[in-house]
């Protein structure tokens, strides 16, 4: 089924579109997210590689997920103000979310593979077994390939549903964002699990631990938000089926702030973290106890150079 002609539009002013009130919360609150992730895009430039291990932190994955997020979030604005001032985007009223939804989910990609590789180079460098650093590995790629596979799916669905109504769209979506839910949850066990263990790390690798709690935490909590966030929006009454929904709730305001905090959030810790990679010595978070902990550094180094 092609779609209706009358259903135009993030400015063309349609029943279903967030009020005027959470217009304006929704364009303030993310202007403000947009000025600080730039800031923090200039900061991760300064980010020193460690001596040790240069390929230990992903900087080009945590770079292109700032810039992605910047490019989103600022799309995002822009739609919100077009609506305040009844701007009318013509054609370009459906090209917006389809740029919104590469760049969102392209986003939450690299911020799963940053988190990832972080995670990877921790149990590398802790006292763990190498069978298991390498099952570990092993679950990160096929986690990575089941999140990668599902947003290109999606992707193309939402292109789809530019010029034709998918029914069941938004089961689809929700469908995705409980996969990233998932991964954000593994994610957040994975480092309490390594906090837990953190009994014989140095002062200032625990530093560097709490940062990267706070940023597993603040991911999955913007996970979660957005999933909540999804489901009510699609519930609202007068959403058609085919309508795209944005990280923007109607009803609860404060998933907006949650959101915001959370994502500031995510990109301090994991920052912050890498930042204090350098001044850890070759045996990262504690000095290896036997020589299987050597040889685990050694595997997991080769690996990464492959």
Known sequence: MTRSGSDEGLGSGPPWLPPYE???LTATFYSLVDIVLLALLITSCLIRR?????????FKSLFFSLLCHIISISLLVFSRLANLFDIKLNGATWLFPIVYSLFFYLRTLLVVNVLHRLLKVYNARGHNETRRLFLLSKVHRSTMAILSITSVTFFVIRVVV???????????Q???????LLASLEIMFEVFMIIWKAKNHTPSSKKEAIF???GALCFFFSNLSLLVTHILNTLSEGRPEWYFVE??????????IVTAISIIGMYTGIIHCCMQWHKLGPHGLSKPVSTED?????????SDQR
Do not use: K
């Not at 929700?174 to 990233?180: G, I, M, T, Y």
């Not at 990280?247 to 907006?256: A, K, L, Q, V, Y």
């Open 22 to 24: 959470l217009n304006i």
């Open 50 to 58: 460690p001596w040790h291990d240069p390929r230990a932190i992903p």
């Open 162 to 172: 530019v010029f034709y109504i998918v029914p069941g769209f938004h089961n689809f």
């Open 174 to 180: 929700r469908a995705v964002e409980v996969l990233f």
């Open 212 to 214: 990267f709690t706070i």
């Open 247 to 256: 990280d923007t709730p109607d009803f609860f305001p404060i998933t907006i």
């Open 294 to 302: 050597e040889s685990s550094q050694m595997l997991i180094v080769a």
